[in-house]
């Protein structure tokens, strides 16, 4: 049996979406314009959103004139995604940890926290090289991750939550470099499921290793939506923005 890693189903279940479908809109919009206002990116800049899931980001970053592609994993996702496009907006089916377009961007985004997922080592590298590859020379790239230090501080191991007639119960822990997130509940047809959510707590100095091993360097560093100074200890984000400077 071909084996199928927790993010390909969960992602693309209806559940994922009951759970978090209260996620902050205005949150994310408020991101990108600050965002934006930061990079100054030439009008008409080709970006890349990277695991783009429904396209929120996406969509905002065409809203400004720019020449923009999502790509995602789930094909549930892009399916919705799809209804958005426009002439400078498109949408694709891609697994991050293989080459898309070589060298034709001029900015790449993977947003909240759409990294770290692997098993592997050599699959989150091979994702880091993706990334870079799909940059042209001085291109850049913004990750916007979670902060281990800050989640460490404020973990609740475990949780209710009700969402559409559906009882979510919501187990977390870090072990073994990851933070897991185990959700219970029982579907619709009274069948009990769980999906285990694994994302690994990588530090600055680990995506400072991988990506330079990528071609990318680190340029910038903040510690939230509103670009405030990171603190290792007490930023809730980790949001970094890399620089290549080779092909």
Not at 86 to 107: Q, T
Not at 204 to 225: I, M, N, P, R, W
């Amino acid at each position: 049996m071909e084996h199928v890693d927790w993010f390909e189903n969960w992602f693309g279940s209806p559940y994922y979406n009951l759970l978090y479908q209260n996620r902050d809109v205005k949150e994310a919009q408020a991101f990108v314009e600050t965002l934006l206002q930061y990079l100054q990116p030439p009008q008409g800049s080709r970006m890349l959103d990277i695991a783009c899931g429904e396209g929120r980001y996406a969509i905002q970053l065409a809203e400004h004139g720019h020449d923009v592609v999502g790509i995602d994993l789930s094909h549930t996702s892009i399916l919705k995604a799809n209804k958005f496009e426009r002439e400078n907006l498109h949408f694709y089916v891609h697994d991050m940890r293989m080459p898309f377009y070589i060298n034709y961007f001029d900015y790449a985004f993977n947003f909240f926290t759409s990294f770290g997922y692997f098993a592997s080592q050599i699959d989150h590298l091979n994702a880091a090289k993706s990334f870079a590859a799909a940059l042209k020379k001085d291109g850049i790239l913004v990750i916007d991750y979670l902060n281990k230090k800050f989640v460490q501080s404020c973990i609740k191991p475990e949780a209710t939550i009700q969402k559409g007639g559906c009882t979510f119960h919501i187990k977390k822990s870090i072990e073994n470099g990851q933070i897991l997130k185990e959700i219970s509940f029982t579907d619709a047809g009274n069948k009990e499921r769980t999906y285990t959510e694994h994302v690994a707590t990588f530090t600055l100095a680990d995506f400072v290793a991988l990506f330079k091993e990528a071609g990318l360097t680190l340029t910038t560093t903040f510690g939230d939506y509103a670009l405030n100074s990171y603190d290792e200890n007490f930023s809730p984000r980790m949001i970094m923005i890399f620089k290549k400077e080779m092909i």
